[in-house]
């Protein structure tokens, strides 16, 4: 229970909350910083906002212009979108990564002070899609398929997988070699041992995924077709999102031209559930469990 005399203490201002959208910004890219809090009441007297120690803007209602902005190299704030509770930055580059804080003070009497921090990462994405190589065109049972995928330059290093018919390869090998502004060029190696299992359905798939957190994600495909089909080797390289009657055809093209390059850009997921089941698994339903075995 509580004594009469605590009704009447001013407890003022309390969850400073910094929200940021979104926390991973692509190289020139734009981030909004929201600054919640609960004043219970009491007047605001400042908001600043700081990139690590350096205060870049300052809302102070009670002074005239309100808004204030001390420039902090590489930091662009939209002063039409911002205010005493957000800021927008745009143009945002590599080195704005960090800390990111807003500090909030109450009026008098009690000028009380809260800080909220949040990380804002800047990343730069590869510029192409990654690219993927064999040492052959053509693999006889016994033989080992060596593959090498590169991804671009990029900052962080891209994430790179190679796959042998959806099955995660380990690497042999895996290089992150540093190039100018800080970004990094990624490069896998792996090695198959190739056997007769590993063409379920008559083919052998490698694939390359290059992909940076949950906003970027790209491939590279080679297929590889059984040993015994023996027609004139052909090289076909396909883009993009054919119609599912185009890709039909092409499928039968395939049948009939070996081997087959593939590379693309589609996603993971597109790739995945529209293209491989959509168009593999349903003519070969065994398809997919084989591959394990294989
Ligand atoms: C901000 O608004 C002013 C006036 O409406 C406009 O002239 C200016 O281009 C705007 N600036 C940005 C960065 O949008
Ligand atoms: C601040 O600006 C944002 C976006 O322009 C707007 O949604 C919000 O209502 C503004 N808040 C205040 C306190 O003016
Ligand atoms: C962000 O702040 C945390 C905690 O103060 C600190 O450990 C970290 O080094 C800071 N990160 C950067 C990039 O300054
Ligand atoms: C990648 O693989 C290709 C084909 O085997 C080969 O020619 C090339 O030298 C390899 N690159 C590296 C850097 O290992
Ligand atoms: C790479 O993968 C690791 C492990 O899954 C993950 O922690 C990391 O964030 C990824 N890096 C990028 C740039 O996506």
Redesign the pocket.
């Given at each position: 229970m509580r004594a009469p005399f605590e009704l009447e203490v001013v407890t003022s201002l309390r969850d400073v909350r910094l929200l940021v959208e979104p926390t991973i910004v692509i190289r020139g890219g734009t981030a909004a910083l929201i600054c919640s809090r609960d004043m219970q009441g009491a007047p605001l007297y400042s908001v600043k906002w700081y990139r690590?120690n350096h205060e870049f803007y300052r809302f102070t209602p009670m002074e005239e212009p309100d808004t204030r902005v001390f420039g902090l190299p590489g930091i662009y704030v939209d002063m039409n979108r911002s205010n005493g509770s957000q800021v927008l930055l745009r143009r945002m580059d590599l080195g704005l990564a960090?800390?990111f804080s807003c500090e909030v003070t109450a009026e008098s009497p009690s000028f009380a002070t809260q800080i909220a921090?949040r990380?804002i990462d800047v990343i730069a994405l590869p510029t192409s899609i990654p690219i993927l190589k064999s040492d052959k065109d053509r693999y006889q049972p016994g033989e080992v398929l060596r593959a090498n995928c590169t991804s671009p330059p990029a900052r962080p290093s891209a994430n790179v997988t190679i796959y042998v018919n959806e099955e995660p390869m380990r690497a042999t090998e895996t290089s992150l070699r540093p190039s100018d502004s800080g970004l990094f060029t990624t490069k896998v190696n792996v090695e198959i041992k190739i056997t007769p299992g590993l063409f379920p359905g008559g083919r052998l798939r490698v694939a390359c995924y290059a992909s940076m957190y949950n906003v970027y994600n790209k491939s590279a495909k080679l297929d590889f077709l059984t040993p015994e089909t023996d027609p004139r080797p052909e090289r076909i390289t396909l883009n993009g999102g054919a119609p599912r009657t185009i890709l039909n055809w092409f499928l039968l093209f395939l049948v009939c031209f070996l081997p087959m390059v593939m590379a693309d850009d589609y996603s993971f997921e597109e790739d995945i559930s529209n293209y491989y089941y959509n168009n593999y698994d349903e003519e070969t339903p065994g398809l997919v469990s084989s591959l394990v075995g294989g």
């Open positions: 690590g960090g800390n921090t990380i």
